[in-house]
């Protein structure tokens, strides 16, 4: 016999078989599951859903106060320049009306961070529904759905009540902007009114306003990607 033919046949059928899997190679290669999501959540602790759902609560929480102190200031100076222009100066009304509506604005945001955060934390109950449910525990799962709804009626119902006027106080700033901007423009004007500085204030209080809308636009992104969660979970226990 041949042994180089022999190595080489033995090449042969080991690189084959390197290239071509075998039947029961086939048959015990692991399978991806199709709800690997749910697994997930099968396999997380309880202690664990809870603090990454306070995770979230406090990062929205954080942002919406930064937001909040931020604004109050801001608020607070747009009031007292006012005061300070003369009654001829077009921009003293627009000072004051923006330190009014920044002062609303701020509590209004204040509030609804506090009524998102809590639908974040309590979107934890849904979560542990749903592990508790593939667990086959469905009396803790029914306890943890029931209170999951309690919170989600109590909290999105604030959070509706909220948002309606911090969109109408948010149309009327816009417009009200608008209307600064044209005063900022006349006061600009070599026969307007003298008011001081108060054009240059105005442009260095516009990029303030520009920079708290990105923030509150941030802000608004994560709280609604934690509500579009919050409701999926919540007509995934409607439709149970």
Known sequence: ADPGGSSHFQSSHSSCAETVPLPW?????PAVAP???KSALTRAGTQQIREETQA?????LGLGLCLVILMAPVAAVYIWYSTTLPEDCGLK?????CGITSAIMAVLIALN???????AV????GMLAEKYEEQHRDAEAAREREEFQ?????????VMCVTC???LLSMFSLGWRIYGLVKAIQASQADAPDCGSAVQVFWGLLIVDLIMQCCNSIKSAKSQGMQSQSNAQDSGSGSE
């Open 25 to 29: 190679q086939t048959m015990m290669a």
């Open 150 to 158: 309690k919170d989600m009626m109590m909290y999105g119902s604030g």
């Open 122 to 125: 309590s979107s934890s109950h």
């Open 56 to 60: 979230g609560g406090m990062m929205v």
């Open 165 to 167: 006027p911090i969109m």
């Open 35 to 37: 709800d690997a999501g």
């Open 113 to 119: 961070t506090f009524l998102i955060k809590g639908m």
């Open 93 to 97: 009304k627009y000072f004051l009306v």
